[in-house]
């Protein structure tokens, strides 16, 4: 039984690897008769695997497109292209970041230590640009989709935003990818509530081994309770704006998400917050849209504050152009003298 098993996962290899196969070749290959061919053809069928037969006297197999998704044999090459491919995914803007992170760590569990080791080395050997914000850590990332898919608990230390770390214990629900950041949405078993943490302030991220039941999540769209949630706590400065643009463009052109209201066709109110005025202005101005802030007079400030350092950067631009735009001067007569 193990020999026939080793020998049509050998076959289905083989037929994911080319086009058409001959019957004469596939038993030369795995070194059996061509009615074993034929019987190891029959039994992949039964396994859902779509095997088509061409007619003829050389007789021949294709491994044809199915109405579901058979499980696929990669190589050592192929595992670790996919595993890097997918770590590349997870963290650019595609939208299918959680997809990734699902896929990467079923082929995760199951790479055997040698692969690990070289998409590890991968990792490792690869630079990005530096940028303000903190770089993803896939590892960490793995880890926890692996705990959310086998509905593990975690127990890791977390950085607050003042410095001082603190034990948690978790019951880990959803990742939710905002811009550069990850956070993870979570029962926190000691405070007996939802909490959400981004991924970057975890440490010792090892899962704990106990399993728990999936909870019914507050709200059915999961990033927007994420989105609101972080934009309703833990921030210094808030802001509401009113916008005067469709509430449908305004999500558009924003780069961050928004707690948008709609109260026309063509006006909407923003509510924002954010641990620095400036931060949040810079954020309302690549709206490029026409804006009034109702409440929050830091913000107001700032956009006092950035309005006159454009006018310095424009300065001497502005001058010259202020220069062109005046009517001409008509010369004063002068007195004529004998």
Do not use: N
Not at 121 to 130: F, G, K, L, M, Q
Not at 308 to 322: L, P
Request: net charge neutral; proline share 6%.
């Amino acid at each position: 039984m193990l020999e026939t098993s080793a020998r049509l996962l050998q076959l289905l290899s083989l037929l994911q690897l080319k086009r058409d196969w001959t019957s004469v070749e596939l038993a030369r290959r795995l070194a059996v008769s061509a009615r074993t061919v034929r019987a190891d053809i029959g039994k992949l069928r039964s396994l859902g695997y779509p095997v088509d037969a061409r007619p003829g006297v050389a007789g021949g197999y294709r491994l044809a497109a199915g109405t579901a998704m058979p499980p696929l044999l990669l190589d050592d090459d192929e595992a670790v292209a996919v595993a890097v491919g997918l770590g590349a995914m997870a963290t650019a803007s595609l939208g299918v970041e959680e997809t990734a992170l699902t896929a990467l760590a079923k082929l995760e569990q199951v790479l055997p230590a040698r692969l690990r080791s070289r998409v590890d080395a991968i990792r490792e050997a690869t630079s990005v640009v530096s940028s303000a914000e903190p770089l993803v850590d896939l590892e960490a990332l793995g880890a926890i989709a692996a705990a959310i898919r086998g509905h593990e608990r975690l127990r890791f230390g977390y950085t607050k935003p003042g410095g001082t770390e603190e034990a948690r214990h978790v019951e880990p629900q959803r990742l939710v990818s905002w811009g550069p950041l990850w956070y993870l949405l979570a029962w926190d078993l000691d405070r007996d509530d939802w909490r959400i943490f981004r991924v970057d302030r975890l440490t010792r991220r090892s899962p704990t081994g106990s399993r728990f039941r999936p909870r019914i999540i507050p709200e059915d769209d999961v990033v927007q309770y994420v989105v609101r949630s972080l934009m309703r706590a833990g921030r210094t400065y808030r802001a509401r704006v009113l916008v005067h643009a469709p509430a449908a463009a305004v999500a558009a052109k924003s780069p961050i998400p928004l707690d948008i209201e709609a109260i026309d066709d063509t006006t909407c109110r923003v509510e924002l917050g954010s641990d620095d005025p400036h931060r949040l202005a810079h954020w309302l101005m690549q709206l490029d849209v026409d804006l009034e802030v109702i409440e929050g007079d830091e913000v107001a400030a700032a956009f006092e504050r950035l309005a006159e350092r454009y006018r310095r950067a424009a300065g001497a631009w502005g001058s010259r152009q202020c220069g062109r735009c005046r009517p001409p001067v008509t010369p004063r007569p002068r007195a004529m003298h004998d």
